[in-house]
């Protein structure tokens, strides 16, 4: 597939995993927290599968809980499982790493491009506002918008934040491209809400939906220009550098 169709008033963009280095800041912070429990035997990405689990569960649930409490929550009862305790300062690690996790190389220089292109940038993200601001402050700029779970009230996939985010941006679903990294978060949504979707596929290991593809597909976010320059949305000077 590709995209096509009337160019958008706002780009919404995923945030960790798709503009913030989000695998390669978690791994790091709970390595952290096992050396702290003098546990390096314990395979980090072991830890972050159980953490996973418990997050994804907590965010589902309903009233909505912030996502410190749902991260801190998620980590205690990650780190019991593996027989170890947790205690505040473990989630002030995981939170304040959270915040400083950098963005991809090539995310600034293509924000920048596409931003002089006339493009809109919205942030749509699973998080607080807090620990968000962050991650985009060292986006230069580029970042019209941020719209997160804790505004919401809702976490990804569901259409309550998504909604939220529109309204909030004053446009229809048909007036917006969004790009993501998540096939569970952000492309469920693009599946059952119907908007326009590039899958940033980072060769993490995540598969797409079995029953939904979506526009395009890149590897990293420097492709985006090329795509937009074939849907007729720049012109193609704008891509050279």
Known sequence: MALAGPKPLWLTFDCYGTLIQWDEGLVAAVDTILAHHGQRAIDPHR???VFDRHEHALKS???HRSFRDVAGTALQRAL???G???GASDVDVLTSR???MPPFPEVVPTLTLLQAAGFKHCIISNTDDAIIAGN???LAGTID???TAEQAQAYKPSRTIFAHAHRVLGVAVAEVVHICASPLLDLTAARDLGFRCVWINRGTGRA???DYTPEAALPTLAELPRVFQAAGWMEERTGKG
């Open 98 to 100: 959270i915040a400083q």
């Open 136 to 138: 985009v402050a060292q």
């Open 84 to 86: 170890l305790p947790c």
């Open 80 to 82: 019991e499982e593996l």
């Open 208 to 210: 797409p939906l079995p």
């Open 47 to 49: 830890l972050l599968a």
């Open 61 to 63: 649930a309903r009233p």
């Open 145 to 147: 918008q941020v719209v």
